[in-house]
């Protein structure tokens, strides 16, 4: 059964701090990697999505890419305390047929 | 400005009524999604459709059926309510060409089953 994990949280980092969320996969042949935020009581929203290995940066946010270890990452810059939220890994297969596979978020908490 | 609406947004049901959660998307995708997120489990897959006349069981199906009629909706039938559907769900929507796989995610439907 293919599935993504993610760092069990809640993490807590100072208000300007660099925030760092990991997730792992187990499905070697997966191509479409995504990274969204959900604050509580509010459905996910897309924060960045990432197709090849290395860094992609998009603002304060990086996704970084190692398919030869099945790792992605998402680093937060100048953490904010509106970045408080959870934050869910999904991973897609190569197929247009593959299913979306979400990790089980990390709960961000960043402290003034 | 397309989006994906999502109605009731609460509903108090009883165990055994049958219940129907409705979802509409002007994106105009061919692929759309029901999730249901419980503490502890994140989000589960429950039932997807890749377009009109299609559609395929997730990982929590039991108990739960969906039907396409057009591109629009996917209507989600609680056929028999349980409490163990006490739950909130989110549809979502998304393209179905490579590389143009992100979801749109309804606002969710707070579901409490006595």
């Known amino acids: 059964q293919k599935e993504v994990e993610q760092n069990s949280g809640p993490l807590s980092v100072p208000e300007g701090a660099i925030a760092s969320l990991n997730c792992t996969y187990s499905?070697?042949?997966?191509?479409?990697f995504f990274w969204y935020r959900q604050y509580s009581g509010k459905s996910p929203e897309l924060i960045m999505f990432?197709?090849?290995?290395g860094d992609k940066e998009d603002g304060r946010f990086t996704a970084q890419l190692n398919k030869a270890s099945q790792y992605v990452s998402l680093l937060i810059r100048d953490s904010q305390p509106s970045d408080s939220a959870t934050y869910l890994c999904?991973?897609?297969?190569?197929?247009?047929?593959?299913?979306?596979?979400f990790g089980p978020g990390t709960s961000l908490s960043v402290i003034p | 400005d397309a989006e994906i609406t999502q109605s009731p947004r609460h509903k108090i049901t009883e165990t055994g009524r049958q219940v129907t959660l409705a979802c509409h998307q002007t994106?105009?995708?061919?692929?759309m999604f029901w999730y249901r997120q419980d503490l502890g489990h994140g989000l589960r897959l429950i039932h997807y459709?890749?377009?009109?006349?299609?559609?395929n069981k997730g990982e929590v199906s039991d108990g739960y059926s969906v039907s396409r009629s057009n591109t629009e909706d996917l209507p989600l039938t609680l056929e028999s309510a349980a409490s163990s559907q006490t739950s909130v769900y989110f549809c979502?929507?998304?393209?179905?060409?490579?590389?143009?796989?992100?979801?749109?995610f309804g606002p969710g439907t707070r579901l409490l089953v006595l």
């Open positions: 979502a929507s998304s393209e179905s060409l490579a590389g143009q796989e992100t979801q749109y």
């Open positions: 499905d070697r042949g997966s191509q479409s």
């Open positions: 990432i197709y090849s290995n």
């Open positions: 999904a991973v897609k297969g190569k197929t247009s047929y593959d299913k979306v596979i």
């Open positions: 994106w105009n995708h061919n692929n």
């Open positions: 459709s890749y377009g009109v006349q299609d559609t």
